[in-house]
C-alpha cells in the first residue's frame, strides 16, 4: 500500500530547513557560503574515510578518500571563478 505524507511530522529547527522531506531548497546561497559548505563537505569525507579505514573497511575508505578532492576542486573553482571579496 502505497502513502502520501501531506505534513511532515518533523518541523526543522535552526537554518537546515532542507533536512525534512517536503522542505523548501535553499537556492541563493552567496559564493563564500557556498565556498564554506563544500570545504566541509570535503572534511566530512575524508573524516568518513578515516573511520572505515579504522573499521578495516579499505574499499569504502579507499572511495570516500578520494570523493574528498572533487569538493576541494568545487570549491576552488568557485572561488577564482566568482568574486570573492576578502574579509575585513
Not at 564554506?36 to 579499505?58: F, H, K, S, T, V
Request: charge should be positive.
Amino acid at each position: 500500500m502505497f502513502m502520501t505524507v501531506s505534513h511532515p511530522a518533523i518541523q526543522p529547527i535552526g537554518p537546515d530547513a532542507v533536512a525534512v522531506p517536503g522542505a523548501p531548497r535553499i537556492h541563493d546561497l552567496t559564493p563564500r557560503a557556498l565556498h564554506a559548505r563544500l570545504l566541509d563537505n570535503a572534511a566530512a569525507r575524508r573524516r568518513r574515510a578515516i573511520e572505515r579505514r579504522q573499521a578495516r573497511r579499505a574499499e569504502d575508505a579507499a572511495y570516500w578518500l578520494h570523493a574528498a578532492p572533487v569538493a576541494v576542486r568545487k570549491a576552488q573553482d568557485i572561488r577564482c571563478g566568482s568574486s570573492f571579496a576578502p574579509l575585513p
